[in-house]
């Protein structure tokens, strides 16, 4: 495993591909109290590049211009919150989304676990820890939480191809791509309070 740690934003000259992997640490779930840290960004490729942002002035253009890139696949895993976080603190939207959390509650109706470390054991079969996941990630970090935070998306690629596969042999890949057009209005919902199922009696 690679991991690179940068500070405030991506180095102007690195090319990370046309798909990648994505994923953000915060101080808490509050998105207005709690600050967005880090992004965490691979290629697929066993790589980690971890952005630890200034939260002093959150000025990261070349990480805003690759997320806001059309071109440029972003796999997330429960990209729900990631995409608000970012939104608020990097003032910018995030496009051209996949997402194995809803991938994975379309495709595996066989269960009711759809966390991260459940689709790398059953897909790459590594037990990953999560023993990092609540852990302070607003100062100096740690091997161990940078290893934690690789692990958040050096897997997804992989597991969002083996969830395609099902989603296609099970007829549900449409109705996926349906999902993944609303999850920006899920994501302006939450912005604004509304975080109650709009569709509910």
């Known amino acids: 495993m690679n991991i690179i740690l940068h500070k405030s934003d991506l180095p102007d000259d690195l090319d990370l591909g046309n798909l990648i992997a994505v994923d953000g640490e915060f101080m808490g779930l509050n998105i207005r109290r709690d600050p967005l840290c880090l992004i965490q960004i691979s290629t697929g490729n066993s790589d980690a590049h971890i952005i630890q942002l200034n939260r002093n002035d959150y000025k990261a253009p070349n990480l805003i211009k690759l997320l806001n890139d059309e071109k440029i696949t972003k796999i997330f895993h429960y990209g729900r919150a990631d995409l608000a976080f970012i939104k ?30 459940t689709l790398i054991k059953e897909f790459i079969n590594v037990d990953i820890s999560k023993q990092f ?49 609303f999850l920006k209005t899920r994501v302006e919902l939450d912005l604004a309070f509304f975080k109650d199922d709009i569709w509910a009696h």
């Open 88 to 117: 608020y603190y990097l003032k910018t939207d995030t496009n051209n989304i996949l997402d194995t959390k809803i991938a994975s509650k379309l495709s595996r109706s066989y269960s009711d676990n759809h966390s991260l470390k």
């Open 133 to 181: 996941q609540s852990s302070d990630f607003g100062g100096e970090l740690t091997q161990a939480q940078l290893k934690y935070c690789a692990n958040d998306v050096i897997y997804l690629h992989k597991i969002h191809d083996e969830l395609n596969k099902i989603l296609i042999r099970e007829k549900r890949i449409d109705l996926y791509k349906q999902c993944l057009k």
